[in-house]
């Protein structure tokens, strides 16, 4: 079938019964507990079926922590809450594969959990019914301790510690995540998280003659806390944000006036190319002009009149007009030689 649950084997019985014996059984994932397999034959005669029974063992699955790598405290007052369900957009949970498959229920799969911090406290709100399995870990002290002295309310105890460790559900140790407190540590901490499924597994009928070694998963969070800025930064801050608006204003606005100014002056060089354009050339104020000296060039090499300079003068006093001397041009012509 297309879902990998019906297989069909057409033939003779000789080659049907050496393919039945590499048939591989495929259970879904983390299942542990009894399946069933039918096998079907048909023939002309009818059809008979048969049921085998298939028992799948379990197999201890290591547990899981599903946190981030880093955490932005927010800072309220001297405690900040590690976990904002609300705001907070990432995984924070713990949880074990073999979970799901357990016989005894989820309120029977214990499992050892603890969360340390490298700087400052940690404060929570347990229930009750972990006081007999909470041990603490106090500043400067590198051994676990049983909790001495403890006030209760409401069936909780509130327990400041720089670590906590206790012995409970899946369940229990979410919760402590949800609402579990940092205390101090001004520069941040490191946030370590173990848990240990105690060898719990997915076991099937008699769990006492089978034993798994305990299986551990452990994280780090860096627990990083804003700082509040003071007053003086703040107003330096603000400062500086205006200051630095004004000086962008001001080069926009000259950045605008230049390229105003530029743009006209290109518009008045236009208009004034355009008048000189149909403006009339006057011949007579040509040749009336202040001018001594003509030299014209492109027939004969420049060397020759630079050595006969023409020179005119133009008589004031005189009322007579003095015809400008004459300039005849005679092309030279060159005969091409003819190779001997």
Same mark, same amino acid.
């Given at each position: 079938?297309?879902?990998?649950?019906?297989?069909?084997?057409?033939?003779?019985?000789?080659?049907?019964?050496?393919?039945?014996?590499?048939?591989?059984?495929?259970?879904?994932?983390?299942?542990?507990?009894?399946?069933?397999?039918?096998?079907?034959?048909?023939?002309?005669?009818?059809?008979?079926?048969?049921?085998?029974?298939?028992?799948?063992?379990?197999?201890?699955?290591?547990?899981?922590?599903?946190?981030?790598?880093?955490?932005?405290?927010?800072?309220?007052?001297?405690?900040?809450?590690?976990?904002?369900?609300?705001?907070?957009?990432?995984?924070?949970?713990?949880?074990?594969?073999?979970? $799901?498959?357990?016989?005894?229920?989820?309120?029977?799969?214990?499992?050892?959990?603890?969360?340390?911090?490298?700087?400052?406290?940690?404060?929570?709100?347990?229930?009750?019914?972990?006081?007999?399995?909470?041990?603490?870990?106090?500043?400067?002290?590198?051994?676990?301790?049983?909790?001495?002295?403890?006030?209760?309310?409401?069936?909780?105890?509130?327990?400041?510690?720089?670590?906590?460790?206790?012995?409970?559900?899946?369940?229990?140790?979410?919760?402590?995540?949800?609402?579990?407190?940092?205390?101090?540590?001004?520069?941040?901490?490191?946030?370590?998280?173990?848990?240990?499924?105690?060898?719990?597994?997915?076991?099937?009928?008699?769990?006492?003659?089978?034993?798994?070694?305990?299986?551990?998963?452990?994280?780090?969070?860096?627990?990083?806390?804003?700082?509040?800025?003071?007053?003086?930064?703040?107003?330096?801050?603000?400062?500086?944000?205006?200051?630095?608006?004004?000086?962008?204003?001001?080069?926009?606005?000259?950045?605008?006036?230049?390229?105003?100014?530029?743009?006209?002056?290109?518009?008045?060089?236009?208009?004034?190319?355009?008048?000189?354009?149909?403006?009339?050339?006057?011949? $007579?104020?040509?040749?009336?002009?202040?001018?001594?000296?003509?030299?014209?060039?492109?027939?004969?090499?420049?060397?020759?009149?630079?050595?006969?300079?023409?020179?005119?003068?133009?008589?004031?006093?005189?009322?007579?007009?003095?015809?400008?001397?004459?300039?005849?041009?005679?092309?030279?012509?060159?005969?091409?030689?003819?190779?001997?």
């Amino acid at each position: 079938g297309e879902d990998g649950r019906l297989l069909i084997l057409e033939g003779q019985i000789g080659v049907i019964n050496p393919a039945l014996q590499s048939i591989q059984y495929l259970g879904n994932e983390n299942f542990a507990g009894v399946d069933s397999l039918r096998l079907s034959t048909r023939n002309k005669n009818g059809i008979n079926q048969l049921d085998v029974p298939v028992f799948v063992e379990p197999v201890n699955d290591p547990p899981f922590i599903d946190v981030p790598q880093y955490i932005m405290l927010e800072s309220n007052g001297s405690e900040s809450l590690i976990f904002h369900r609300e705001t907070d957009k990432f995984n924070f949970s713990v949880g074990d594969p073999d979970l $799901a498959s357990f016989p005894g229920g989820e309120s029977l799969f214990l499992v050892t959990f603890s969360v340390e911090v490298t700087d400052g406290f940690l404060l929570a709100n347990l229930p009750s019914e972990l006081i007999n399995s909470t041990e603490l870990k106090l500043r400067n002290v590198f051994q676990w301790q049983p909790i001495q002295t403890y006030a209760a309310i409401s069936k909780h105890v509130n327990v400041k510690a720089s670590g906590i460790r206790f012995r409970g559900t899946i369940k229990q140790c979410n919760d402590l995540m949800q609402q579990l407190l940092h205390h101090g540590g001004e520069n941040g901490a490191v946030l370590t998280l173990k848990l240990s499924d105690m060898g719990n597994y997915g076991c099937f009928l008699d769990c006492t003659e089978r034993i798994s070694l305990p299986l551990h998963a452990k994280a780090h969070v860096n627990l990083i806390r804003k700082r509040p800025l003071s007053s003086l930064a703040a107003h330096v801050l603000g400062s500086v944000i205006v200051v630095e608006s004004l000086i962008v204003f001001s080069l926009a606005t000259l950045l605008l006036f230049f390229t105003c100014k530029c743009a006209f002056l290109l518009v008045h060089e236009k208009r004034n190319e355009q008048k000189n354009s149909h403006k009339p050339t006057d011949n $007579a104020q040509v040749l009336n002009g202040n001018v001594s000296t003509r030299t014209i060039t492109g027939c004969l090499p420049e060397s020759i009149w630079n050595r006969h300079p023409l020179q005119r003068q133009v008589g004031e006093t005189s009322g007579e007009h003095k015809q400008s001397p004459e300039i005849n041009i005679t092309p030279l012509e060159l005969d091409k030689g003819t190779s001997s």
